[in-house]
């Protein structure tokens, strides 16, 4: 059993193509600007345990209008081995159904995927939050200790070929997104592979705290870390 959150039938936003979207209960970290501080409890009330068959009970009559299906957060990973029983049914029903099916990790990256190799084969691909490349800064914003365990992952993602997409919530003058894209671009450089970039600007609805009315980034500024992005010659989506 695990314990989801809620579950988005179709989403549109979670992902390649329309998804069925699964969004687990309880996360590792605390950034100041989660619009979703419900699900950081492990222990929140309206969260329900749910089996991988119930989920399946769910997707099966989405599979003829999604093209896979995205678990996110709160954290996806603290409940690792659930997640690999989910995938792994979710392929078989693919293969029963003869719909094809990704399976799509959406992470903040901070337990390291090579240790486990039984889930990163069902995988296709991790959506990764980077949120900030310099290490001070990454603290203050999420709480933790350091970044080392994400940009790990960024390298083992791209090598494995199992990085989907990275994502950055652009928060100005909190965090450097310029800087963030230079190394992230690096990343791809050193490695010789590349994958496109989601920047995320930041909004404050269901934040709270420090940041419930922390500005959004204007279009000028989203317009500029774009530009930057292409001189750095990374693809980019904004939303
Ligand atoms: S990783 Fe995601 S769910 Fe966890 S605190 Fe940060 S924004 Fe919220």
């Not at 009559?61 to 093209?67: E, I």
């Amino acid at each position: 059993m695990a314990k989801v959150r809620k579950i988005i039938p179709q989403s549109t936003v979670d992902g390649p193509g329309n998804r069925f979207a699964v969004f687990m209960q309880g996360c590792n970290i605390r950034c100041t600007y989660c619009h979703n501080p419900e699900t950081q409890s492990p222990d929140d009330p309206e969260a329900r345990e749910m089996s991988v068959e119930d989920v399946l009970h769910e997707l099966h009559p989405c599979v003829p209008f999604v093209r896979g299906i995205t678990v996110s957060g709160g954290e996806c990973m603290l409940q690792v081995e659930w997640l690999t029983e989910l995938f792994l049914a979710v392929k078989a029903l693919a293969d029963e159904t003869g719909h094809s099916l990704t399976c799509l990790i959406d992470s903040n990256g901070t337990i390291p995927f090579v240790r486990y190799p039984e889930l990163m084969a069902l995988c296709d691909g991790v959506m990764l939050d980077v949120k900030s490349w310099d290490e001070t800064v990454y603290r203050r914003l999420t709480g933790a200790t350091d970044n080392h365990v994400v940009k790990e992952n960024l390298q083992w993602l791209l090598r494995a070929h199992k990085l989907e997409e990275v994502r950055i919530v652009c928060l100005p003058e909190r965090v450097d997104i310029g800087n963030c894209l230079k190394h992230v671009a690096e990343t791809f450089d050193s490695i010789g592979r590349k994958v496109p970039v989601r920047l995320l600007r930041f909004r404050p609805h269901g934040v709270v705290g420090e940041l419930a009315h922390h500005p959004m980034p204007t279009d000028e500024q989203m317009a500029r870390y774009a530009d930057l992005a292409a001189r750095l010659t990374i693809e980019v989506t904004i939303r």
